[in-house]
């Protein structure tokens, strides 16, 4: 008889999962790149830009009292009631919620975690709108889930079918990574159709103090035992070292919920310093969460304005971060992001989305200052990409031109005649650029993005045939390299200038 046991003593299943990709890297990325974690910037988690409560003149909030005061605690196990923490986080939502309807979680992947544990079986179906968070399928299949992905466009037009075979359908408001936030009402249309088919709707409303509170359904819960809603405080408030969060449950969801957790699942720290985050005045409309909402409009808006001056496709975005198209640029969002990085930038490449290809980055929105060298770098990297691209075609065309001779006009370019009729282009890469001397035709130029650019729109000695000739000569005797450079530049271009 064969034995069909896994090598492993796991559930089969698990001997193919791999872990989620995330944003933050920062430590990982300081060690490949040999910068400093405190000088590299994080573009690629998206956090509240506008620092913690604890630097807010107007939060009266001071952490060292409060890590005292939770370290006081130190010596005893937590209360896993959480009482205090459910009752503020239930002030905090407000819309009639109590403590009642609160499950405490140590941030929102546990939260996920544990609604997939209690209500998931192997081979229940779950329905996943297509790209969003990573960690919806991650927790279900390692419950033994079949995952089904429907387009995000789709949420609303789900037939009964679909419904009445799947168990859970995840659905994170505003969605990560587009940073579309759904209003209320469609949400509302969506959680009753889903109640009449028994399939839960799980709403992840992590970034909705971030966008907009009024649009959270959480007064929707105590009429429908088939509603979850994650909370996920980390983001807003700024401190994902300090894993907090909540869910928002019917009462007697969250009770078996609350009965099934893990024992202690909050330490003392997360406990005392959550609590009094949730409990500032005003709550989700509080002073803090009000300016950041502001401060992120300003900062999203002259982002995407730089943006947009790279040629990129920045899409319109409820939330702090923003989901940007680069399907024009030659580069794809994995290099992009390495080359970020390198430069001590970190950007979220989203290729790792569901089916979502290599034409998408998401960049978090920072203060100004950090949303100036997001864009410088991006200009920079730029820059260096299309010179090494330019100096390795310069470098082909040398190569084809060392056993045939010169290349002769291009006319197959799009550009041509970009100078003259007759040009010759096998410089069309100059090995010169920015020669900054205004003798060639060349002149310093404003930049869309600001500054001031050199152009070589009016330079036509590389392209005149003699020209041509003589550099090639130098070329393809000498190589091309830094020396052969200043010698040709020496002996054919001085001459002919």
């Not at 587009?178 to 839960?200: D, S």
């Not at 399907?327 to 290729?351: F, K, Q, T, Y």
């Not at 152009?455 to 036509?460: E, K």
């Amino acid at each position: 008889m064969t034995d069909q046991r896994s090598p492993l003593p796991v559930k089969k299943y698990l001997l193919s999962l791999e872990p989620c990709a995330h944003g933050g890297l920062i430590r990982k990325s300081s060690q490949k790149y040999g910068i400093p974690e405190s000088e590299m910037l994080d573009a690629s988690a998206s956090l509240n830009p506008l620092g913690t409560p604890f630097e807010h003149p107007d939060s009266e909030l001071d952490l060292q009292d409060l890590l005292r005061t939770g370290l006081e605690k130190l010596e005893q196990y937590p209360d896993n009631r959480y009482l205090e923490y459910r009752t503020a986080a239930a002030s905090f939502v407000g819309m009639g919620t109590t403590y009642e309807n609160i499950v405490p979680g140590n941030g929102s992947t546990e939260i996920i975690r544990l609604v997939a544990e209690c209500v998931i079986a192997e081979g229940d179906v779950v329905l996943i709108p297509k790209p969003t968070f990573s960690e919806y399928e991650m927790q279900c299949k390692v419950m033994g889930a079949e995952i089904k992905y429907v387009d995000q466009e789709d949420i609303f037009d789900l037939d009964g079918k679909t419904l009445d075979e799947a168990k859970i359908i995840f659905v994170c408001n505003p969605n990560n990574p587009t940073g579309k936030l759904f209003l209320k009402e469609q949400i509302e249309e969506l959680a009753e159709k889903c109640a009449t088919h028994k399939t839960i709707l799980f709403i992840d409303e992590a970034y909705i103090e971030l966008a907009d509170p009024q649009q959270s359904v959480a007064y929707l819960v105590e009429g429908n035992d088939y509603l979850f809603i994650q909370r996920s405080l980390t983001k807003s408030f700024a401190i994902p070292g300090i894993r907090m969060g909540f869910g928002v449950a019917s009462r007697k969801f969250a009770r078996v919920l609350n009965n099934a957790r893990l024992s202690w699942n909050m330490g003392c720290v997360s406990d005392t310093i959550a609590t009094a985050l949730l409990n500032m005045e005003g709550g989700a409309n509080s002073k803090y969460l009000r300016d950041s909402r502001d401060f992120i409009a300003k900062e999203r808006e002259f982002l995407m304005q730089k943006l947009s001056r790279r040629g990129f496709k920045p899409i319109e975005s409820s939330v702090n971060y923003i989901f940007v198209d680069i399907s024009d640029l030659s580069m794809n969002s994995s290099e992009l992001a390495e080359r970020m990085a390198s430069h001590g930038v970190l950007i979220r490449d989203c290729s790792s989305f569901q089916d979502i290809g290599k034409d998408y980055i998401r960049i978090a929105i920072r203060n100004r200052e950090e949303n100036e060298r997001i864009a410088s770098t991006i200009r920079q990297v730029i820059y260096e990409w299309g010179r090494e691209q330019a100096e390795f075609q310069l470098g082909e065309n040398i190569k084809v031109a060392s056993d045939c001779g010169r290349r002769g006009s291009n006319t197959d370019c799009d550009y041509y005649p970009c100078h003259f009729e007759g040009q010759d282009c096998t410089f069309c890469f100059c090995p010169f650029y920015p020669c900054e001397d205004s003798r060639t035709g060349g002149s310093w130029v404003e930049s869309s993005s600001g500054g001031k650019v050199w152009s070589c729109l009016n330079c036509n000695i590389v392209h005149e045939e003699k020209v041509v000739d003589e550099l090639l000569s130098v070329f393809t005797t000498d190589g091309l390299d830094e020396k052969s450079i200043k010698k040709a530049w020496e002996h054919v271009m001085e001459t002919n200038l």
